[in-house]
């Protein structure tokens, strides 16, 4: 789970983490009275979306008198920000966040990540901090270092040391850098965050440290325990469709192509979307149904895969485990009737109840294409979506 700049300040400031004073802002009016309670006599009017580069697609501005943070936010709320990481389609801004300014001498680079290949939290640390650190990252990844932590020690002085020098800091500077990695490791495990980015860590011409951005991903696995942590969700920022799917349990993610995928389990949803990749189409989502779905669960699943106007054909691929395959083939019936099925529809079914599954969808009335096996199912629906070429 992802959330707003101002959020993951508020997190980190209840573990000590020097940030600037700011306010939140949802209206236009929000935003000048917050700038006057900051006082001035420099503001940042910062967009609030789900999605970094916020400055290249002019979600950040630094205003320089009450005019100007008005019409600032007048322009910022409301508008679709289109940035390097939100796809052409962009966000719409629904908050901005107003910050008092700062005397920036250097800005730096600094992150938090679970690194899956060492089973180990990783910090990433780089000099070229700023809207470019991932041409820093491609043009030169020697500038960039990677600091393991040791679960079994955890974070030690030493590793602010080493990251200290990493970022050519010194003296007092160091000293905060140190005491700011203990302080930023301790927040990262005791909220379950899966990524925590700071970019930039800005060095002030009084050479203080302080975190002038600051992105946080918390691992959904383990919300149940951070209920505060949960209440800072903004549905605004998800794709309806992963909303809908999410109140069935359903593990959906929206994708670009245009073949609308139902498999049960990750590895076979992965296989699916690769084989289709392989076939010469592209996967419109990753849906995992989950082993023991019922058929409301199957339904909701179909009928989210209908709405999506991107989706030109569906495959359906199930090996029946603990699912059986009875269960989905009663559930498209059911979205089937619920909906109109105007586009091609390949199902593969095998395992438990597979013929019964066969048979009921053969009976159904339904216009659809069976197949054998995966390969055959994969060739079938791209060939279909294609008009049978």
């Known amino acids: 789970m992802n959330i707003h700049e101002y959020q993951a300040k508020a997190v980190l400031k209840e573990f000590g983490v020097p940030i600037l004073r700011g306010v939140p802002a949802f209206t236009v009016d929000e935003a000048v009275k917050a700038a006057n309670d900051l006082g001035g ?6 967009s609030q979306i789900h999605a970094g580069g916020r400055g290249k697609g002019g979600g950040v501005k630094v205003v320089k008198s009450l005019d100007a943070v008005k019409s600032e936010a007048a322009r910022m709320l409301g508008m679709t920000l289109v940035t390097p990481q939100t796809g052409p389609q962009g966000r719409v801004v629904r908050r901005l966040f107003i910050e008092e300014g700062a005397a920036i001498a250097r800005e730096l680079y600094l992150s938090i990540l679970v690194d899956r290949a060492t089973s180990r939290i990783a910090f990433i640390a780089s000099t070229e901090g700023g809207m470019d650190i991932e041409k820093v990252a491609h043009d030169t990844p020697e500038k960039i270092l990677t600091i393991y932590v040791d679960p079994a020690s955890g974070i030690q002085p030493f590793h602010g040391r080493r990251i200290s020098k990493a970022l050519k800091v010194t003296g007092d500077t160091a000293k905060q850098m140190g005491a700011l990695i203990e302080k930023l490791y301790k927040a990262f495990v005791a909220k379950d965050m899966s990524l925590l980015e700071i970019n930039p860590l800005v060095i002030t011409d009084k050479g203080d440290v302080v975190c002038l951005d600051a992105k946080i991903n918390f691992d959904d696995n383990a919300l149940y325990r951070h ?18 799917a999410a109140k069935y349990d359903l593990n959906f993610i929206k994708l670009d192509g245009s073949i609308g995928c139902l498999v049960n389990g990750a590895g076979l949803a992965m296989a699916t979307m690769d084989i289709i990749k392989l076939y010469g189409s592209s996967p419109a989502n990753f849906l995992d149904v989950g082993g023991g779905a019922s058929k409301e669960k199957v339904t909701a699943a179909f009928k989210i895969l209908l709405k999506d106007p991107s989706v030109k054909g569906i495959l359906v691929n199930i090996f029946g485990g603990i699912m059986r395959c009875d269960i989905i083939a009663e559930g498209i019936i059911a979205a089937a009737k619920e909906t109109s099925l105007s586009i091609p529809l390949v199902a593969r079914l095998s395992g438990t109840n597979a013929d019964l599954g066969k048979k009921i969808l053969a009976e159904s009335g339904l216009r659809l294409i069976p197949a054998d096996d995966l390969a055959d199912a994969a060739d079938k629906i791209v060939k279909a979506i294609k008009g049978g070429k």
Not at 41 to 46: F, R
Not at 227 to 244: C, G, S
């Open 41 to 46: 006599p420099v503001w940042v009017v910062k």
């Open 227 to 244: 209920k505060d942590i949960e209440a800072l969700h903004d549905p605004n920022e998800q794709d309806p469709a992963e909303l809908e």
